[in-house]
C-alpha cells in the first residue's frame, strides 16, 4: 500500500496545530472539550455569552499548554449572531479545523408539561438552529 494514509493513532487523532471552536468553552463539557485540545498543542477559541466567565477560562487553560485558548463574547441564539462569531474566526484564522457546538440549555420541567413560548423557542434556537447556522457560517 504505496500511497496508503498514516492511520496511526498519533497521527489520526492528533490535534497539534489545529484551530478549534468550541462554543460554551467557559465551563462544564465545553471547559473540558477545550482542556484537551489546548493540552494536546491546539489554538482554541472559546465562546460564551458570559465575557469574564471564558476570560478566567482561557487564563487557566492557556497555563496549561503546550495549545492556546482564546476568549470570545458570542451571544448564539440568532443567525446573525452566529455570523458575527464566525466573522471573528475568519478575522484571525485562514482555516478553522474543529467545531465544538456545545453551548446549549435544557428542558427544566417533565416533558409533558412542555408548552410553546419564549422558553421553547429559546430551547429551540440555541439547541437545533444555533449549531445549524453556526456550521454553515
Sequence with gaps: MA???????STLFAVKGKVALVTGGGT???KMIAAALVQNGAKVYIASR???????AAAELNAMGPGTCVPLAADLLTKASCDALAAQIIERE???HLLFNNAGVA????????EEGPAWD???ALNVK???YLTVA
Design 94 to 96: 485562514s482555516a478553522l
Design 3 to 9: 500511497d496508503a494514509p498514516n492511520l496511526n493513532i
Design 107 to 114: 428542558w427544566g420541567s417533565p416533558l409533558e408539561k412542555t
Design 122 to 124: 429559546k430551547l429551540m
Design 50 to 56: 458570559k465575557l469574564k466567565v471564558v476570560e478566567s
Design 130 to 132: 444555533v449549531p445549524f
Design 28 to 30: 462544564g463539557i465545553g
